[in-house]
Structure formats: C-alpha cells, structure tokens
C-alpha cells in the first residue's frame, strides 16, 4: 500500500503525518511554530518535522497560509505567520528528502480532504470553508481541486462583508475573516469590551453563558458569514457547502442560524440539491496529504 506525508503548516505548529490511501494516520510527528519567524530557521524545524517519516512515504504534500506561488512552491507571505517572505518550501523539501513535492494553499488542502474523505464525499462538488484563526475557501468538483492562479483561487475569507469595516490582516477593511474567525471574534470583542480574550473557546463560553455582547458579535458574524457563502454558491453551485475547522466545534451555537440564512437569500431552485453542514474537520496533514493521493491518481 502506498503512503502519503501531508504536512500542515499553522500559526501554532507544524504537523506532520503519514497516512494509507484510506486516510488512515499511521504515525506524526509535531513541531511548535518558532515564535520569532525568520526563513531558514523556519525551515529547518520544517525538514526536521517531516524528517523522521520519509522513508515510509511515495511523496510529501504541504499545506499552508498563503498567498503562495503553488508552481514554484514558494509561501510568498502571511497574514497569519508575519516574518515569512518568499519562502521556498517546495525546492527545499525536494533537495533534502528527493521525494516529489505537492504545495497548496491549506484551505485548498482541507478542501481535497474532506471531498476525498469527508462527510460529503459522495457530492458531486463541494465548496469547504474553513474556520479557525481565519476564514479560507475551497473548492473541489468531481474530485479536481480549483486552486487558481497559483493557488490563491476561492480566498473566500478575504472577501468584503461590511463595506468599510473592520481592519483585516491582509490590510482591507471589511473581510469576512474581520468577523467570523477566531481573530475576528475576539478583535471584535475587545474593540467593543477592553477586554482580551485568549482563545475561541472562551469567546464560545461567553456566548454559552448569554453573554449580550458575545451573542451579538456571534450573531453580526454569522449574517457576514452567510452572505459571503451566498455569494460564493451564486458564482459556483456546488452540492454541498462544508464548515470544517477549529471553530465548528461550537457550531451548534451558530449552525441553525447560518444554514437557515443561507438557504433563505440563495435561489430557491439552488436549495434543491445544496447539502450544508459541518465536515468531518479532517485533519490538516490529511488534507495535505490528499495532494499526493491526488496526484497519483492522474
């Protein structure tokens, strides 16, 4: 049987796995992310988390913030991982282990996970979102991932919900990502209260508890959420809309509404066939391991 490495590259670790064509992890390895970011020490805990697993594996997918040059395999920057510019993750991996290298945008890689091995990879085509410390976009039809010019296609999260809103950090106002992500939910929160936050789950806590001030900043991001899906089901009709990520652990406190939101701004001949809910929040390294499996399979 042949195995695939997925990397996936967050603001908080590095994590790196090995799975079967079932999408079974068979062994990981996880680095934290260095605090102080810089290219060549990055890396090195980059190569030394994938290191331990090579001999096992037929090629290495990666997957990370972007924007990104997926051609070249270059993380040009990151909104999320300030101090990383033009880093070259797809030559370097190459050069150290001599295996192929396959390098997306990580909501990309979500997006061919889930639609390989998800709740809803029996749809035609899926449109997956991701909800963590920010808002990213996928989208996969008849088992092809649309990654765009260079892999920055379906950066849904970085479309404008609130004409002239709130600072995003991509340094528009505005995004999607300013109101329903981690860091947008809890910038609201402080911006509104003086009062820092340290994670989603104490702003979800809140909201659980019927805070007002965190049930209102919920209920503004979740309208902002679902209009930027509706305008993402106009332009693509998928089957199937999916909300994977951190956040959707909490989505009983949001789902109704959202859904509900969504499927009453839509045309109603869309609502026929659209399937909406939470994924299976497969894991990023699955997600990226899924690049190799899909490459394979061309």
């Known amino acids: ?26 062994k990981s390895q996880v680095s934290p992310t260095p605090d102080h970011l810089e290219n060549d020490h990055f890396l090195k805990i980059l190569k030394d988390t994938i290191r331990p697993l090579v001999k096992d594996g037929i ?15 270059v993380m040009i920057s990151s909104a ?5 510019k033009n880093l070259p993750i797809k030559e370097s991996l190459k050069q150290e282990f001599s295996l192929p290298v396959w390098y997306e945008n990580d909501a990309n890689c979500a997006a061919l996970g889930e639609a390989y091995f998800g709740a809803y990879k029996n749809t035609e085509s899926q449109l997956i979102l991701t ?16 990654s765009g010019y260079l892999g920055n296609g379906i950066e849904i999260g970085h479309t404008t919900s609130v004409i002239g ?8 106002r505005g995004c999607v990502e300013s109101y329903f992500s981690t ?16 994670n989603a789950e104490e702003f979800f806590q809140l909201v659980r508890n019927n ?3 965190a049930k209102e900043i919920l209920d503004f991001g979740t309208l902002a959420l679902a209009h930027a899906v509706r305008n993402a089901v106009h332009l693509l009709n998928p089957e199937a809309v999916v909300f994977v990520g951190g956040i959707t652990k909490s989505y009983d406190l949001f789902g109704k509404i959202l859904e509900s939101e969504i499927r009453s701004s839509i045309f109603p001949v869309l609502n026929d066939r659209l399937k909406i809910g939470a994924g299976a929040s497969l894991s990023g390294a699955l997600g990226a391991a899924s690049l190799v499996f899909s490459k394979e399979k061309v």
């Open 131 to 146: 909800l963590g410390t920010g808002v990213g976009g996928g989208f996969v039809n008849k088992g092809i991932l649309y």
């Open 211 to 213: 805070d007002p001030l």
């Open 59 to 73: 090629g290495i997918g990666v997957g990370s913030p972007g924007p990104l040059d997926n051609e070249r395999g």
């Open 1 to 26: 049987m042949r195995n695939a490495i997925g990397v996936d590259v967050g603001g908080g670790s590095i994590r790196a796995s090995l799975f079967d064509e079932s999408g079974n992890e068979i």
């Open 165 to 172: 809103g709130a600072l995003c950090g991509c340094g528009v």
């Open 80 to 84: 999320n991982m300030l101090g990383l």
């Open 183 to 198: 860091r947008g939910l809890l910038s609201r929160y402080k911006e509104k209260s003086n009062q820092t936050l340290e």
